[in-house]
């Protein structure tokens, strides 16, 4: 569904957006990383193990254009799509790209990957790229899923290889039609032995684009502000930082360097079932 301020339309996930932002975000470019410490005492009860010999699987779902409905082509995606192939293959990851997926392509797509054995992966990452919708549910190039339709085929009593481990997904799409036009402001332990019991929806993390009810900003030649930022912030800190780390550093980027020709705004949101900080090297 579109809507229209001032002329101009707005919808699926909108692309006024301008055509140049800044390299580095402006606050974090004193950001001294060297005294970031990883590796305490602790190490192996606060960080996720990742000296598997597979980083695990990235599947991309780059839904682009809709035939059969009348949701408008979102030009620009193929951008995203590459620049997280690039950046997830980068990090070990075996990256699989799907493009124009119907929902049914979609769950069976993730069906398949959630049935195979990870026993030798560290990890699962899925970035959605469609359109969205304010109840949750992202868009096949034909009919909306809710999203939890797809994560809950990689709870811990559906796909037991991946208990423990974390499952990441990176979604690029409206979740509303409302628009944020932005507010000034002048502000410059020891191992343990027993098995344990893991919750089934633990160890999920879902990094969204935008909050719930609003727009999400694609430009058309550059990709998208979250997914382009999200990218940029794994290649300059992905060595340093941890997953938690790395988002606030997107949703600081996303806040404070982008905006359209209007003044509207975003911040992503992140919803996190972790329990331990993950980072994307061994």
């Known amino acids: 569904m579109e809507e229209s301020q001032n002329g101009v339309k707005y919808g699926g996930d909108a692309t006024d957006a301008k055509e140049y932002f800044t390299i580095q975000p402006r606050s974090l470019q004193n950001c001294d990383l060297k005294d970031i ?7 192996h009860l606060q960080n996720y193990r990742t000296n598997y010999p597979e980083m695990g ?14 949701m408008a082509v979102r030009n ?17 990851y075996e990256v699989m790209v799907c493009n124009d997926q119907k929902s049914s392509d979609i769950i069976g797509r993730l069906k398949k990957i959630s049935e195979e054995d990870h026993s030798k992966r560290s ?33 811990g009593d559906r796909c037991k290889t991946l208990v423990g481990k974390p499952k990441i997904f990176f979604i690029q799409a409206c979740r ?9 402001t002048d502000s410059c332990s020891e191992p343990r032995e027993e098995i344990q019991r893991i919750p089934v929806e633990a160890d999920f993390l879902y ?3 935008t909050v719930p009810g609003y727009c999400s900003w694609r430009d058309k030649m550059d990709g998208s502000w979250f997914i382009q930022s999200l990218c940029k912030m794994i290649k300059l800190y992905g060595s340093h930082l941890e997953l938690i780390q790395i988002l606030t550093c997107v949703n600081h980027m996303v806040a404070l360097d982008f905006e359209t020709f209007h003044a509207k705004k975003q911040i ?7 329990t331990k900080s993950f980072y994307f090297f061994k």
Do not use: W
């Not at 699987?57 to 009348?70: A, G, P, T, V």
């Not at 509303?176 to 000034?184: A, R």
């Open 37 to 43: 410490e990883r590796k305490t005492k602790f190490a």
């Open 57 to 70: 699987m990235c599947l991309i779902i780059n839904n682009k254009n809709f035939h059969s409905s009348n």
């Open 76 to 92: 620009g995606t193929d951008v995203d799509a590459l620049k997280l192939h690039e950046t997830f293959t980068g990090l070990g």
């Open 123 to 155: 990890s699962f990452v899925c970035a959605i790229l469609s359109h969205g919708e304010e109840d949750g549910s992202i868009c096949g190039v034909d009919v909306p899923i809710h999203i939890k339709n797809l994560t809950d085929l990689f709870r």
């Open 176 to 184: 509303g039609t409302e628009l944020d036009s932005g507010i000034e």
């Open 207 to 209: 990094a969204y684009s």
């Open 268 to 274: 992503p949101c992140v919803v996190s079932m972790l």
